[in-house]
């Protein structure tokens, strides 16, 4: 859940200076984050190792996940005060790595099953 707070700290500080309200940038970026890497593992199990689900699952997995973003973070205004003692924090520069390689993980398995379902469906690029 940590690790959450962390994805929420980074998208707001980025849209802090940019916009008046970056805790809609926040909410919604770290929540798609999620639920895009939620949502790979769910198309690698269903293409390549043949266990079915429903594509209504989908939606049930982003109301719960922003749900649960919503309610543990941002109900009641609670962001405020986490983020300052994220910001308090000594080793923010690593937990920045963090982001920035979970970022690039879900970026990059969401092309890789891409061009594998391309090449396993129609044997090209």
Given at each position: ?125
């Amino acid at each position: 859940m940590k690790k959450l707070f962390y994805l929420n700290y980074f998208i707001y500080k980025f849209y802090e200076k940019r916009d008046p309200d970056p805790f809609i940038y926040s909410f919604f970026g770290s929540s798609l984050l999620v639920s895009l890497n939620l949502m790979s593992i769910f198309i690698i199990l269903q293409d390549f190792v043949g266990f079915q689900f429903s594509k209504y699952y989908s939606i049930f997995i982003f109301i719960f996940l922003f749900g649960f973003n919503y309610f543990s973070l941002y109900k009641n205004s609670k962001h405020k005060e986490i983020f300052f003692t994220i910001g308090q924090e000594d080793n923010l520069n690593r937990k920045f790595l963090f982001f920035l390689t979970y970022s690039f993980f879900t970026i990059a398995l969401i092309l890789l099953i891409v061009v594998c379902i391309r090449i396993k469906n129609f044997d090209a690029l």
